[in-house]
């Protein structure tokens, strides 16, 4: 079993810098991919990014690239989203997710532990 917190989300203005942290505990938590998705007011949960075990392959949603990046360090188990520009169209809550292994998951299906989420508010 994997439990996932995320923290750091808060309100920031257009433009602004916000990292949000993800501490994953359990004893196989460096065997899974990782992800991180959010869900807008009135919509799906989409993907944002996502990496695999060793950081060796990583996966960005066409709207975040170039912006946001994913990282993981294993030792800490601890999964990171450092999110730069950031637009209004950017709030959402945030989710934490660990699913797959050898490969690295884009879909929410195919993702077995959540966490709760952190709330992302960006003001004009």
């Known amino acids: 079993q994997v439990q996932l917190v995320e923290s750091g989300g808060g309100l920031v203005q257009a433009g602004d810098s916000l990292t949000l942290s993800c501490a994953a505990s359990g004893p196989t938590v460096s065997t899974y991919a990782m992800g991180w998705f959010r869900r807008a007011p009135g919509k799906e949960r989409e993907f944002v990014a996502a990496i695999g075990r060793s950081s060796a392959d990583i996966y960005y949603h066409d709207s975040v690239k170039g912006r946001f990046t994913i990282s993981r360090d294993n030792a800490k188990n601890t999964i990171y989203l450092q999110m730069n520009n950031l637009k209004p169209e950017d709030t959402a809550i945030y989710y934490c997710?660990?699913?797959?292994?050898?490969?690295?998951?884009?879909?929410?299906?195919?993702?077995?532990?959540w966490g709760m989420g952190t709330q992302v508010t960006v003001s004009l």
């Open positions: 997710a660990a699913g797959g292994g050898g490969y690295v998951p884009v879909l929410v299906r195919q993702y077995d532990f």
